[in-house]
């Protein structure tokens, strides 16, 4: 009996912004003030959440109902620390999330693979996010 290979679906978009660094969040963490209902961090993951909505609808992504393979591709200066760096996945994964582009970010449901380059012309961010594991694949890209 003869095997059908069934491709990956293999989605991507950028991000020409870094959302918030492990120091930018830590930041945020500070106490509430009594005028305010929200956090800055609370804030931020608001406006992340709609970016990464606008930017899914936009492209006319198509939400995954499985487990997925994402991997993170970043081009910046290495002057970021790659703990500040692995932070901001919290706030695209999350946005992902919150527009069911995927189910969840979760160990069951989500695998990451990150990789940083020297910085490109209006690129900050490249994700890319699959059904099937792509990592090895992408490595032969690049």
């Known amino acids: ?6 491709k990956p679906i293999i989605q991507s978009f950028t991000l020409d912004t870094l959302p918030p660094t492990m120091n930018e969040i830590v930041a945020m963490a500070k106490p509430f003030k009594k005028n305010r209902k929200c956090s800055p961090y609370d804030l931020a993951k608001k406006k992340w959440n709609l970016i990464i909505g606008a930017i899914v609808q936009k492209k006319k992504l198509k939400p995954f109902a499985t487990p ?27 946005g992902m999330v919150s527009c069911k582009f995927i189910v969840s970010d979760s160990q069951n449901w989500a695998d990451i693979t990150y990789k940083e380059d020297s910085p490109v012309d209006g690129t900050v961010v490249e994700v890319t996010v699959s059904d099937k594991p792509i990592y090895k694949q992408i490595l032969i890209e690049y």
């Open 1 to 6: 009996m003869q095997q059908i290979e069934v």
């Open 68 to 94: 997925v393979w994402i991997h993170l591709r970043f081009f910046v200066n290495k002057r970021i620390d790659r703990d500040n760096l692995r932070a901001c996945q919290k706030f695209i994964l999350d």
